[in-house]
């Protein structure tokens, strides 16, 4: 279980400032919810949040609603992106096209990269083609990331490099 000092000091390992405790521990409560005990799934999931939000100073994508690809814009700390993405998000959530007609539902969670011990997986299911290489410089920002927030969490079941990407 993740805690509002784990929040910080995955900040901290990933060069960003700490959040105040309130924050800290709204985020805390959110990757447990998303994540269960696994510290290992709570790290990968840590690290796509940091990624995505700027270090949880970003709510909604830079400029996403003047992008091309608007209303499917990154939204929420997870800023999934593109129609491709919300409508397989859609599916895997609910069954149906929802996102499709309301994108700015928040619920949007990960395809099972960190039940298999694949971070490439969820950083897939969120940029879709977009990071699809392990050279990607984004994609391997993020996996640094999370890295970094495992090792401050001395989590001890990371993955190797070569299946960050799949």
């Not at 990624?51 to 700390?77: C, D, I, K, L, V």
Request: net charge neutral; charged share 20%; with cysteine.
């Amino acid at each position: 279980m993740a805690s509002s000092s784990d929040v910080n000091r995955a900040l901290e390992a990933c060069g960003y400032s700490s959040v105040g405790g309130d924050l800290a521990g709204i985020i805390a409560s959110g990757v447990n919810r998303a994540t269960g005990s696994d510290r290992n799934e709570a790290a990968m999931f840590t690290a796509q949040l940091i990624h995505e939000s700027g270090g949880f100073q970003f709510r909604e994508e830079q400029g996403g609603a003047n992008q091309h690809y608007t209303p499917y814009h990154g939204r929420g700390f997870i800023q999934l992106t593109h129609d491709y993405n919300y409508k397989d998000a859609s599916q895997d959530l609910y069954g149906d096209k929802r996102l499709m007609s309301d994108p700015g539902l928040k619920n949007v969670r990960d395809r099972g990269g960190p039940s298999q011990n694949n971070f490439g997986l969820t950083t897939k299911a969120i940029n879709g083609g977009i990071e699809s290489s392990s050279s990607h410089r984004s994609a391997v920002e993020r996996y640094k990331h999370y890295r970094a927030i495992a090792s401050a969490w001395e989590s001890t079941t990371l993955p190797s490099i070569s299946t960050k990407l799949t």
